[in-house]
């Protein structure tokens, strides 16, 4: 049998939710029937906007927290069939580098126990071993093994977040999530992080999610795209055959509202309406009452997940729209290598 390096089947987080001091509490999916698959090596990108979920999918990849419902595999093991020791193995190969570099780093630690750390915690090298490894590191992404003996407020924000990179790969791990891992960033700061991500993909042996809301920025980064909407994965495929036609809706307006400099490119997708309201879902497609194509069928009938062109689509009217080359999906094709 084939065993994927990392399967989810209908995974889905719940959390309580107090509507106010007079209710009583209900709950709501942060992530509902997600199912995703990566190869070794793989990159997969994971957007959508503000409480759509993407973090607590990161999370449950990562077993930091623990599903509702539905199954993940890592290298082949299901995470309920995991012994402390698989666990253990499990936190070695695997790492998350979070949106801000500051609460993610110790200002009582120097940068160089920070990032030698997992090699002493783990056992996998001594002292010297550890300072080495952790020196050599910093050089590779970038910053220089002098950066050693500072501490976080001695660095810039572009600096730090170096650091958490380096922290996060020192141990080599198979599978990383970057969440929002860069946007907190000057946009030139950002750019060469990107630059260095590309980079040491193609230098390590590494798959990763790169949990974005930014969509001019993880179409360099990844192959494949999953577009999550209050908790659900409502369009995936190929990062590619995505931007040159989206078939949700909310995807087209996602990618007609990223900005261009172009000004010949109109957008001509008509507005979503209203805010992100989890309130809103009872039965039907959870994107109805902001879509402006919505028909009866779409408050009665939730949409699956089902082949539409070349990607995985959960629209009703998926098949209806017109092809539309997202303004930045220009020079894409130079740009995924
Ligand atoms: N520990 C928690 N307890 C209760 N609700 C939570 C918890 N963590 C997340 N949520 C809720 O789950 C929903 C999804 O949150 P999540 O952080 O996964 O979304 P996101 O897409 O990553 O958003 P953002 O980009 O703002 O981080 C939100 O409504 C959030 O308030």
Redesign the pocket.
């Known amino acids: 049998m084939n065993t994927p390096f990392l399967k989810t089947q209908d995974l889905s987080k719940a ?1 309580g939710q107090k509507t106010s001091l007079f209710s009583k509490s209900s709950s709501f999916f ?1 992530s509902k029937s997600i199912n995703i698959e990566l190869a070794p090596r793989e990159r997969l990108g994971i957007v ?1 906007e ?7 999918l990161g999370r449950l990849l990562l077993g930091l927290t623990h599903p509702t419902s539905g199954d993940i595999w890592f290298e082949g093991v299901n995470h309920k069939d995991r012994s402390a020791r698989d666990w253990q193995q499990f936190r070695i190969r695997t790492s998350l580098v979070q949106q801000n570099p500051l609460s993610a780093l110790n200002p009582q630690m120097t940068i160089g126990e920070q990032v030698a750390e997992g090699l002493l915690v783990h056992r996998i090298t001594n002292r010297a071993g550890a300072y080495e490894r952790a020196a050599a590191m910093l050089e590779r992404v970038g910053l220089s093994a002098a950066m050693m003996s500072r501490y976080p407020h001695q660095m810039s924000g572009g600096q730090r977040q170096r650091v958490v990179i380096a922290r996060a790969l020192i141990l080599d791990p198979k599978l990383a999530v970057f969440d ?1 891992a860069v946007s907190a960033l000057d946009v030139s700061v950002q750019a060469q992080v990107v630059a260095l991500l590309r980079e040491l993909w193609h230098e390590l042996d590494l798959a990763y999610v790169f ?1 974005t ?1 930014d969509l001019r920025i993880v179409r360099h980064l990844v192959d494949r795209i999953a577009v ?1 909407y209050l908790g659900r994965v409502v369009e995936t495929g190929d990062i590619k055959s995505v931007y040159q036609w989206p078939r949700h809706p909310y995807t087209r307006a996602l990618l007609a509202s990223v900005p261009t400099m172009d000004p010949t490119v109109r957008n001509i997708e008509p507005p979503i309406k209203s805010e992100l309201d ?1 309130s809103k879902v009872s039965q039907g497609c959870a994107f109805r009452s902001r879509c402006p194509f919505a028909v009866e069928r779409c408050s009665t009938e939730a949409p699956l997940l089902r082949p539409v062109g070349g990607q995985q689509v959960a629209c009703h009217r998926a098949e209806e729209f017109p092809q539309y080359i997202a303004p930045s999906a220009v020079n894409l094709d130079k740009e995924i290598a």
């Open positions: 959390f942060a959508g503000s409480g759509s979920g993407k973090s607590t929002e949990i809301h999550m989890a």
